[in-house]
């Protein structure tokens, strides 16, 4: 019996059919052996030699930026040689960023020939006149035209001309010329420029002046003679721009990175801090390495921020990023072996940008901390100061933008502004008696860019507002 399956039935007759096809196609012996795979050689195709013709290429393409021609084909000036090390590099950008030595003309020193033409000088010589001249009108000293909150609200830019561009780079500190005959606004940008605007609105004519290589920031109006400005800059140099002699006076020389100055009310004492922690003394009328009077470590990381008690000019406050507001009395800084020990010390969550005192009685403290929040301390030294009042607030400014940091309007103990990341861009009011949320905001059609550094002028109603391209707004009354 056939125990053949009929599926092997039909399989061993399909192969003897395929098997009979490969023998009449004269392929049965490759079948047989394995398909001749492995066996057959690859078949040699012979190419032709190149013609002396093809070898010959056209060269490559190169641009104008390549070839070192401007757009209209002339030779551009020779490029200076790229540093092929990483020592080589090193030692090009210190040079580069190296601090002016010494006193500097006001009118004639700049960064480059570029910034240095007929034009930008006679607006130098301008400024400098201009601000030297008696002003033609007088205020009440300490009196101020903007009060409640609700005023502050008020403000409003004045068209186009309200906003004016006075320096290449991002804004890092501000101040605004107490002269109440005209409006004068300085800010310091990152580039090591003093920028000046002025005239009855603030915008009308401007300066730049060359005082550092690297940020200025800070920016402070002589007590003692507002013809003396002070900056300081991340190049460790403390400089005086003085106006009448046209001169960029070198003060102090710290060799590392100055954070910000404050000063005192009727005096040349100045307080300095470094980008280490460190707390300075400084006395803006010596001009050698003598001026730094006292020096001691007062915070563990950088101090973003110091500032004197305008009511009490023994109170300075500074901020840091190790989270730390303290209060000092400025008659036993760096004094005696031992570091000196804070009056207060105010406790946050993360770094602090800012400690401002309030302009009404000094007796309130305001803090901007990167914990999104901004706070007031009501007598901070004193043995009843309680909890601290606090407001939710975005003080995530990012890596482009200059930290916030709030600050009181003249003459209140209530309101104060900080920077706002909130669209449309505007500046926000706060007021401490309404709790949780900005009391209103600063708005405009021409308000474009956040504003982080604001400063007030002591006796005008306005308010200057700078942004990260050197831009300023001036808010004032209607």
């Known amino acids: 019996m056939d125990s053949t399956s009929e599926y092997e039935s039909r ?32 078949a040699v195709v012979k190419r032709k030699a190149p013609s002396s013709a093809a070898q010959t290429t056209p060269p490559a393409r190169q641009s104008k930026r390549v070839r070192n021609l401007d757009t209209d084909g002339a030779v551009l000036p020779e490029l200076k040689e790229k540093p092929q090390t990483l020592a080589e590099e090193q030692a090009a950008v210190a040079i580069e960023t190296a601090p002016f030595a010494g006193q500097l003309d006001a009118v004639d020193h700049s960064h480059s020939p570029d910034e240095n033409l007929p034009e930008d000088q006679a607006e130098r010589t301008d400024c400098c006149r201009l601000l030297c001249t008696k002003p033609t009108t007088a205020r009440k000293a300490g009196k101020t035209l903007i009060g409640t909150a609700a005023r502050l609200q008020r403000l409003t830019l004045s068209g186009e001309d309200a906003v004016v561009k006075l320096c290449a780079g991002r804004v890092f500190s501000m101040a605004v010329h107490p002269r109440s005959d005209t409006v004068a606004v300085m800010v310091g940008d990152k580039y090591g420029h003093l920028g000046v605007g002025w005239g009855p609105t603030g915008g009308e004519n401007f300066a730049v002046f060359h005082s550092h290589v690297r940020p200025v920031s800070g920016i402070l ?117 031992g570091k000196s020990k804070p009056l207060a010390a105010l406790v946050h969550s993360k770094g602090v940008t800012s400690a401002s005192w309030s302009r009404g009685t000094g007796r309130k403290l305001l803090t901007t901390c990167n914990d999104d929040r901004v706070r007031v301390f009501n007598n901070p030294t004193g043995p009843s100061s309680g909890k601290p009042l606090q407001w939710i607030h975005n003080n995530h400014t990012g890596r482009w933008l200059t930290n916030f940091k709030a600050i009181f309007t003249p003459g209140s103990d209530s309101t104060f502004i900080v920077g706002s990341m909130d669209r449309p861009r505007g500046v926000d009011i706060f007021d401490v008696t309404v709790a949780k949320k900005p009391y209103g905001r600063l708005t405009d059609e021409y308000m474009g860019s956040v504003t982080s550094v604001h400063a007030f002028h002591p006796s005008l109603p306005l308010v200057a507002g700078a942004n990260s391209s050197g831009r300023v707004y001036l808010w004032s009354m209607k």
Not at 295 to 300: C, G
């Open 221 to 337: 109006v002589g007590a003692r003679n507002p013809m003396h400005i002070h900056t300081c800059s991340y190049d460790g140099q403390l400089r005086t721009l003085d106006l009448h002699a046209g001169k960029i006076l070198e003060v102090a020389s710290f060799g590392r990175s100055l954070t910000a100055i404050s000063g005192c009310t009727g005096s040349d004492t100045l307080y300095a801090s470094v980008n280490d922690g460190s707390l300075a003394t400084v006395d803006a009328r010596v001009r050698t390495r003598d001026a730094i009077v006292a020096e001691f470590r007062a915070h563990e990381k950088k101090i973003s921020h110091v500032e004197v008690n305008p009511h009490d000019t023994n109170l300075v406050v500074t901020s840091s990023n190790d989270g730390m507001v303290k209060v000092w009395d400025a008659r036993k800084l760096g004094v005696g072996k």
């Open 11 to 42: 399989r061993l007759v399909n192969i003897a059919r395929n098997a009979d096809m490969l023998k009449s196609l004269g392929l049965a012996s490759a079948a047989a052996d394995g398909g001749g795979k492995g066996t057959r050689k690859k």
